[in-house]
C-alpha cells in the first residue's frame, strides 16, 4: 500500500467491534483479566494501550518496521533507548544534533558513563570505532545545519563493526525517508512534529525491525514509564491522517521561499539539500524522495536576525517545527541554547542564523511577511 494510504487508515483497528471510522480513545489504565493467569493482552497502560497500539502499528508500519513504541516526547524516547547501554558503552553521532538530544548526551548519559564521539561523515564514523563502540546515532538532515549523511554507507560500517545504527528521521518522515530500506536498526521520531503535524502535542517513537531489540525496549519503557497518554495519541493518529499531504505542500513552499531567499541581498547562505549547490545534493537525491520542509539561512548581522524575529508576523517566532504554523527559530539561543560556545560556532550555529519550519499558510502570504520582516 502507498504511504499516503497508510497515513489516512493506519493499521486494520483490531479492538473495536462497533465499525468506527476513527480510533476511538482507550482512557482506561488498567484492563480486567477474563480469569486468573489470562489477560486480554492489554494489562495496564504503561505497558499496553490500545489507542496506542493503533497509532504505534501506524507508524511501524509507515516505516516498514516491525513495531513501534510510542513515548510522551521525543526525548523520553530518546531517553530511553540510552537505557540499552551501559558504563563504558561508546556511541558515535552526527556532529550536528537537535540540541537536546546533545544536552541528553553531554549531561546525563555521559554522567551514567556512556562515552560519545561526534563525526560529520561516514568515513569520519568509522575512524572513531574503538572495542567499546555499540552504536552509531545519526541525524539526517541535521538540526539546524541541514547535513545530509549516505544512511547506506553508515549502515555498512554498523554491520562491519556489530554496531546497532539508530536514525532520527524526525525532519523528513516516513513519507520522505525510509531509513530500514537503507539499513538502519532503529528509527527515531520527534513525533510533535511532523507526524503530529499541529504543533499541539508533544510525542516520540522508537520503530524497530528485530525482535530482539524491541524485547529490550519494550521492557525499558514499561519500565521507566514515558509512555503516551492515549487522548494524545489519537491526537497524533489525527495528525498522520494528512501526513502526506501536509509533507507535499510544506515542501512545495519552501522551494517558492528558497528561490525568494537566494534573491535578497542580506541573506548570506541558504541551508535547503533540495539546492544543487548543497554539498550533499547527490546523496540527498539518492536516499530521500523529497527534500522537506525545513529551511535555515543566515543573514548578513545579528541586528538583522533579531529584527526578522521579531517582525514576523504570519510566521510565528517560536521552537519547534513540522506543524501546520509556520515557525521562525534562533538557534543559539532555543533549540541549541546548551551548546557550549566554542562547539556551536564550529557547527556555524551563530547570531546570525535562522531556521525556518514552513508550515501550511499560502506561499505568497508567507513571503509577503518575510518581506515586511526583511523591511523591503
Ligand atoms: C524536537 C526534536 C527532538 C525531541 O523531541 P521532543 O518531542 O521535543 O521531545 C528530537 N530530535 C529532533 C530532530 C527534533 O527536532
Redesign the pocket.
Given at each position: 500500500m502507498d504511504t499516503s494510504t497508510i497515513c489516512v487508515h493506519g493499521c486494520k483497528k483490531k479492538f473495536d467491534t462497533t465499525g468506527s471510522v476513527a480510533t476511538p480513545i482507550f482512557a482506561s489504565a488498567t484492563f480486567a483479566h477474563p480469569g486468573v493467569g489470562q489477560s486480554t493482552g492489554f494489562d495496564y497502560s504503561r505497558s499496553l494501550n490500545p489507542t496506542n497500539v493503533h497509532l504505534e502499528d501506524t507508524v511501524a508500519a509507515l516505516e516498514g518496521g516491525t513495531e513501534a513504541i510510542a513515548f510522551s516526547?521525543?526525548?523520553?524516547a530518546?531517553s530511553t533507548l540510552m537505557e540499552l547501554f551501559s558504563p563504558g558503552d561508546h556511541i558515535i553521532t552526527s556532529d550536528d544534533l537537535?540540541g537536546?538530544?546533545f544536552r541528553l548526551f553531554e549531561k546525563v548519559s555521559q554522567k551514567n558513563g556512556v562515552k560519545f564521539s561526534y563525526a560529520a561523515t561516514p568515513k569520519d564514523i568509522e575512524k572513531e570505532v574503538t572495542k567499546s563502540t555499540k552504536a552509531v546515532f545519526i541525524?539526517t538532515p541535521s538540526?539546524p545545519m541541514m547535513h545530509v549523511i549516505d544512511i547506506a554507507a553508515v549502515a555498512t560500517i554498523a554491520k562491519k563493526h556489530n554496531l546497532i545504527f539508530i536514525v532520527?528521521n524526525?525532519?523528513l518522515t516516513p513519507y520522505f525517508q525510509k531509513p530500514f530500506s537503507l539499513g538502519a536498526d532503529i528509527i527515531?521520531h520527534?513525533?510533535?512534529?511532523y507526524l503530529g503535524g499541529h504543533n499541539d502535542t508533544?510525542?516520540?517513537f522508537l520503530v524497530v525491525k528485530s525482535n530482539d531489540l524491541l524485547e529490550k525496549l519494550r521492557f525499558i519503557a514499561k519500565t521507566t514509564g514515558g509512555c503516551l497518554s492515549p487522548f494524545d495519541a489519537f491526537l497524533i493518529i489525527r495528525g498522520i491522517k494528512t501526513l502526506a499531504i501536509r509533507m507535499e505542500r510544506s515542501q512545495e513552499t519552501a522551494k517558492k521561499i528558497v528561490s525568494w531567499l537566494l534573491e535578497q541581498g542580506t541573506v548570506k547562505k541558504v541551508y535547503y539539500p533540495g539546492l544543487k549547490e548543497h554539498p550533499d545534493y547527490e546523496i540527498s537525491l539518492r536516499q530521500t524522495s523529497g527534500f522537506g520542509g525545513m529551511i535555515s539561512f543566515s543573514v548578513q548581522n545579528e541586528q538583522t536576525a533579531i529584527k526578522i524575529l521579531e517582525s514576523v508576523k504570519v510566521i510565528k517566532y517560536a521552537e519547534?517545527?513540522g506543524g501546520v504554523e509556520s515557525l521562525m527559530t534562533y538557534p543559539m539561543l532555543q533549540t541549541h541554547a546548551d551548546l557550549p560556545e566554542s562547539d556551536r560556532r564550529a557547527r556555524g550555529i551563530d547570531e546570525c542564523l535562522l531556521r525556518l519550519s514552513v508550515g501550511l499558510e499560502a506561499a505568497d502570504d508567507l513571503i509577503a511577511d518575510l518581506k515586511q520582516a526583511f523591511g523591503n
Open positions: 516526547s521525543g526525548m523520553a530518546v537537535y537536546g538530544t541525524e538540526n532520527d524526525t525532519f527515531l520527534s513525533g510533535t512534529k508533544l510525542s516520540g519547534s517545527l
